[in-house]
């Protein structure tokens, strides 16, 4: 599946919800815009919350917390969550995300040549 496609269907999903994508005012797209980030910066967060608790029980053997094994389920969890909302600003701005990201991967290819052998 594409994920131009995957977009849509999220989308439509959250359309279905009553979460709008599509709005009258620059202030009531700028509203939403807001909404998401903090979202995204939630999701990230909770991501990166499990994430610091693996760390503490591979550097401290006394901290009883999760392996990288136990908590990576989770850990993607968070990340499609994350993506979510990365879908919905995209849109909401008039992105088409699929196109953005080979952009950013050709300019990146660009950047990075230097790298390559």
Known sequence: MELSEIVKIQIDADRQRGFSVEFSSDRARRDQLMKDTVGLI???????????????????????????????????EELADATIYIMRLSVILGGDLEKDVLEKMRANGRRYEYLQG
């Open 42 to 76: 939630g999701e990230v967060g909770e991501f990166a919350n499990r994430l610091k608790k693996v760390g503490l029980a591979l550097d401290n053997v006394k901290y009883r917390g999760p392996s990288l094994e136990d908590e990576a389920v989770m850990l993607r």
